[in-house]
């Protein structure tokens, strides 16, 4: 090793932190922000969000010696000056990655440093810790041209991002586990809202988590109630539909799926009609779903006359091509699926349900199928039954079928009062049914499928019976 080259090293090194000093001592601030850049750059996260409050942290090139740190501001930008530090090589360390994208610092690619020839590193960071949501009017629809800030507990900005087309957000923590509070910002308007309005709300972040804070009301500031949400006709997100060819194991169908890929992947969820039917008569499932941030397929089966078995098969056989070798296959996680069907379609996802046990839930419509004990499920799982239904008897189908269910598993049965077998299907036009059909169904869906537990408040306690319900029984506390 040249020890006068390294002694040089030094020195420089020296000097640099010598002059920083001076100038947080004597005040210059306007003299060191106007020194040479010697190197700058921006830390995104994969959507392009900018992060900010990321510490960038030099190291010595010789020794993992710390030499001079910064962070980068509201715009994910940072700049290193020469008042800071001296021209020379250096190993660089941006948000708890070295540069570029080694594993330790004996592996970090050395930088120059130079204001005659500033670097320019540009980092892009995927931290696994994120805050995620949609920013909508009172009805939902997206709200569109907001900015989305994270704060820490002392009020520094930790990420900031531009909402998309459909309002949705996934802003990226660096920094992990934390309490963090949110604010929006409408740069043409110059309006400011801290989320929780008058009451701002701070959000418990754990390392890794992907937490939901929901829809957030830009009249208020405040992130709407999810029995709201799973409520509403239509939900956050705008919907795109696909027309499917029959093969691949089934007769064809509709994929509904959100425009947004800001929160992809998508939990899928494969949607089957009763016997003599076709896919038109569960076609109100798909875009009502499909809005609250779910893939949705509604399918045909390969003869109207199939029976549950057959109709298990098919529905699995969707679910599979779906996730698997489907124009969307990129926005779906093949992890978080379910299965829905009416009648035989519901007896064949019961039954679905017992031969894949990674399944995240099923929802038996009304369900018909000879098989009535199901207490080997071990698939969370949701009924809805037709109370005067006399082609699938409550009493010989879903009421038993419930009932087997073992009791330690989550399960939810709804009963919609006076009404026959299509209750469920689009031919039923009573708002209040069919929205406490969706409230019910969604909310299963959006806690067990996307283990989203603001939704525990939709599923559990038991909803209440009334003009709408019948019959209300579940397993809670789940």
Not at 11 to 34: F, I, K
Not at 52 to 63: E, M, N, Q
Request: proline content about 6%.
């Amino acid at each position: 090793m040249d020890l006068q080259n390294v002694s040089s090293r030094r020195a420089l090194r020296r000097l640099g932190s010598a002059l920083l000093v001076l100038c947080m001592v004597v005040g210059l601030s306007t003299a060191c922000d106007t020194s040479a850049v010697v190197a700058r750059g921006t830390v995104t996260s994969p959507s392009g969000a900018r992060l900010g409050a990321v510490d960038v942290t030099v190291y010595a090139d010789d020794a993992p010696e710390v030499v001079a740190s910064t962070r980068t501001d509201l715009a994910g930008q940072w700049t290193l000056r020469s008042a800071a530090i001296g021209p020379g090589t250096y190993r660089l360390r941006i948000g708890g990655t070295w540069w570029a994208a080694a594993d330790s610092w004996a592996d970090a690619a050395p930088v120059q440093l130079d204001a005659d020839a500033p670097a320019r590193l540009d980092t892009v960071i995927d931290p696994p810790t994120r805050l995620t949501g949609s920013v909508v009017q009172a009805d939902l629809s997206p709200a569109n041209g907001w900015i989305v800030s994270a704060t820490d507990t002392g009020g520094t900005l930790v990420a900031t991002e531009a909402v998309d087309a459909a309002g949705a957000f996934r802003l990226p923590v660096t920094a992990g586990a934390g309490r963090y509070g949110l604010r929006l910002d409408h740069p043409a308007t110059g309006t400011s809202i801290t989320v929780g309005g008058s009451t701002p709300v701070a959000f418990d972040l754990a390392d890794g988590q992907d937490l939901r804070v929901g829809p957030i009301d830009v009249a208020t500031g405040v992130a709407l109630d999810p029995g709201t949400v799973a409520s509403a006709l239509n939900g956050p997100y705008p919907v795109a539909t696909t027309s499917v060819a029959a093969g691949n194991g089934f007769g064809g169908g509709t994929i509904f799926a959100p425009t947004s890929t800001t929160h992809a992947p998508y939990g899928a969820v494969v949607v089957t009609p009763g016997f003599l039917m076709k896919q038109d008569s569960m076609s109100w499932y798909g875009p009502r779903i499909a809005s609250q941030g779910f893939v949705v397929f509604t399918i045909d089966t390969n003869d109207p006359l199939d029976l549950p078995q057959s109709r298990t098969s098919q529905m699995l056989a969707a679910l599979d091509w779906l996730t698997g070798a489907s124009p969307l296959a990129d926005r779906i996680d093949p992890d978080r699926t379910a299965v829905m069907g009416w009648s035989m379609g519901g007896g064949g996802s019961l039954d679905a349900g017992l031969k894949r046990a990674s399944l995240r839930a099923v929802v038996a419509l009304a369900p018909w199928n000879s098989r009535t004990d199901y207490s080997a499920m071990q698939v969370p799982t949701l009924v809805v039954a037709c109370q005067a239904d006399s082609i699938a008897p409550v009493a010989q189908h879903a009421g038993p079928m419930y009932d087997s269910l073992d009791a330690t598993l989550a399960g939810e049965y709804i009963e919609i009062a006076g009404a026959e077998h299509f209750c469920v299907t689009s031919n039923n036009s009573v708002a209040a049914q069919r929205t406490v059909i969706a409230r019910q169904t969604l909310g299963f869906l959006q806690r067990y499928v996307n283990g989203d537990d603001r939704y525990a408040a939709v599923t559990c306690p038991t909803p209440a019976t009334g003009a709408v319900l019948s019959d209300a029984r579940s397993h809670c506390p789940f």
